[in-house]
Each structure stands twice: as structure tokens, then as C-alpha cells.
């Protein structure tokens, strides 16, 4: 179930092996108060529901349209969890503290209100880039905690009667040029690079170009500051505020000597300044390249 918006996707049912993996994650226990950001189509909600009883789980959604439909499911299956319209990324302040706190929209940084409205010792998770972090929170005003090793990719967060998505800005007229020792499709052949360069060179869109047997012979990527780059054989043209594919030769370069390392092996920490991922110790900071 998915819905469109301009043409673009902008609420979909999260495949439900994924959202086992995440609702695993989050660990419940009896009696906890849940904040669940991104109601979708309500399905989420009333697994929790089910799991905590209705007065447990409060459900936000940017789309009134949205919060209707679900609300509406909810109550015909039985459940009558708070659902609301609203920002997510602002949290709801009135039911904190939470215990729990679950997202199901995507996201480049992790809001800082959702740990101020979270319990210490309480956990979140999130999808983060192509990923998702499981965080707990401490009592200092942090919260810190890894990636898991299962794969998501959701629609990114967003405001109402926008998509959440970077609009393709066209090719520009007068790029910068130059030559890369980086083929086109390298970067996007093993999974775990994709899922660090969302995390290194956020916000950043992404498609490949294909020949008539679908062989990758260059790659575009955008974002919505109006930074472009194309890579075709040998040769790279850029153009806007960031250099994208400067970034993602920094991040392959940063990923090569660290050996490759898989998502589950990295981390991240949220505090009031920002946030920081790190690699297998939150000592061992990944920089930052786009």
C-alpha cells in the first residue's frame, strides 16, 4: 500500500519482516508507553497496541488524510491507541517520558528532541541513511548505540504537501571536469559502502545509468542544496555548493583502509550539539566527507 504525492511515493506499509526486525529491536516490556513516529497506515500501531494495550502507544503522522485513514483501521480492529497530526521529528512532549520510542519514516540526523523526551535507560529506533540505529538513552542527556545488520531503506521524512524526497535539479550548464580513478558502479556493488556514504554524504540522491543489456556505465547523484555529479568512464563533471564525488571518493578511500567493514560494526551517539557515527567504539569517529 503505497501512497503518491506529485508523483512520488510518500507513505508506504513497511514490509513486515522488516518491521518484525525492528519492533525486535525495540524489546517492549509490559506496561511500557511507546511514541511511534510515522503512522502510516496504522499497521505499526496496532501491533503495539496489541502488544502493550491502546492506552500504552501514542502514534504521530504529518498527514491529516493519513492520520484519519489509520485512525479509523485502528478502531474497527479493536485498538484505540492517541493518534495525531503533527511533526514527528518534534517528538510529542505532552505524553513524556516515554520508554520506547519507534520511527518509521527515513532520516539524515537524528532529532534531538526525541532523547530529551525519552526515559533514561529507555531505547529508540530509527532508520538513519540506509540503516537503522538502535539507541539507548543515558542519563547525561546522550544517547549512543549501533546499526543493525538487517538492511532498510525508508521514504524520507517530511513536512506536509512536500515529498521528502531531492527533486532532480537537471543538468547544469557549465560543470566542473575532471578524471576519477572511481568506475561508476564500484560504489554501489557491496551494500555496506552505499549504506556509509548515506551516513558520510547525507541527503544525497542517487541513480545509475544503464546501457541496453542494463551494464551500470555512469551514475548521477543530487541533493536538494543543488549539488550535482556525473560519472561517466573515466571522466566526473560536478557542479553546485558540495562536490559530491569528491565526498564519495573520500568515503571509499576512508572504507578501503578501515577494511571494509560492515554496518553492524558501526555506531552512533545523539547529544545536544549533533550527532557523531562511529566505528566500533564511539572513540573511532567516521568522517564526515560530503
Known amino acids: 500500500m503505497t501512497q503518491m504525492t506529485e508523483g512520488a511515493a510518500t507513505s508506504s506499509s513497511t514490509a513486515p519482516g522488516l518491521m518484525l526486525v525492528m519492533l525486535h529491536a525495540l524489546d517492549v516490556t509490559e506496561g511500557a508507553s511507546v511514541l511511534e513516529v510515522a503512522t502510516g497506515t496504522g499497521y505499526n500501531a496496532a501491533l503495539l497496541?496489541?502488544?502493550?494495550?491502546?492506552?500504552?502507544?501514542?502514534?504521530?503522522?504529518?498527514?491529516?488524510e493519513l492520520t484519519k485513514l489509520a485512525e479509523a483501521r485502528l478502531r474497527a480492529c479493536g485498538y484505540t491507541p492517541t493518534v495525531l497530526t503533527g511533526d514527528g521529528r518534534a517528538g510529542h512532549s505532552a505524553g513524556a517520558p516515554y520508554d520506547r520510542l519507534i520511527a518509521t519514516c527515513g532520516f539524515a540526523r537524528l532529532p534531538y528532541a526525541w532523547v530529551e523526551q525519552?526515559?533514561?535507560?529507555?531505547?529508540i529506533v530509527s532508520p538513519l541513511?540506509?540503516?537503522?540505529?538502535?539507541?539507548?538513552?543515558?542519563?547525561?542527556?546522550?544517547?549512543?548505540g549501533r546499526f543493525l545488520v538487517t538492511p532498510s531503506y525508508f521514504m524520507s521524512v517530511r513536512s506536509i504537501g512536500?515529498?521528502?524526497?531531492?527533486?532532480?535539479?537537471?543538468?547544469?550548464?557549465d560543470p566542473d571536469e575532471r578524471t576519477t580513478h572511481l568506475e561508476a558502479s564500484m560504489p554501489f556493488r557491496d551494500d555496506a559502502f552505499p549504506f556509509l556514504l548515506s551516513l558520510v554524504v547525507p541527503g544525497t540522491a542517487q541513480a545509475s545509468d544503464l546501457d541496453n543489456d542494463r551494464r551500470v556505465i555512469g551514475c548521477r547523484l543530487w541533493?536538494?542544496?543543488?549539488?550535482?555529479?556525473r560519472v561517466e568512464g573515466a571522466s566526473v563533471r560536478q557542479s553546485g555548493p558540495r562536490r559530491l564525488w569528491d565526498g564519495v571518493e573520500a568515503a571509499w578511500r576512508w572504507w578501503e583502509e578501515q577494511?571494509?567493514?560492515?554496518?553492524?560494526?558501526?555506531?552512533?551517539?545523539?547529544?545536544?550539539?549533533?550527532?557523531?557515527?562511529?566505528?566500533?567504539?564511539?572513540?573511532?569517529?567516521?568522517?564526515?566527507v560530503g
Open 49 to 64: 497496541a496489541a502488544r502493550l494495550g491502546s492506552a500504552n502507544v501514542t502514534s504521530i503522522e504529518v498527514d491529516p
Open 118 to 123: 525519552v526515559r533514561p535507560g529507555g531505547v
Open 129 to 144: 541513511g540506509w540503516g537503522t540505529a538502535r539507541l539507548t538513552v543515558g542519563g547525561d542527556g546522550t544517547a549512543s
Open 162 to 173: 512536500e515529498t521528502g524526497a531531492a527533486p532532480y535539479p537537471g543538468d547544469p550548464q
Open 223 to 229: 541533493a536538494a542544496d543543488g549539488s550535482w555529479a
Open 259 to 288: 577494511e571494509r567493514p560492515s554496518r553492524d560494526r558501526f555506531g552512533l551517539t545523539v547529544n545536544r550539539e549533533g550527532q557523531r557515527v562511529w566505528l566500533d567504539s564511539a572513540e573511532h569517529l567516521v568522517p564526515v
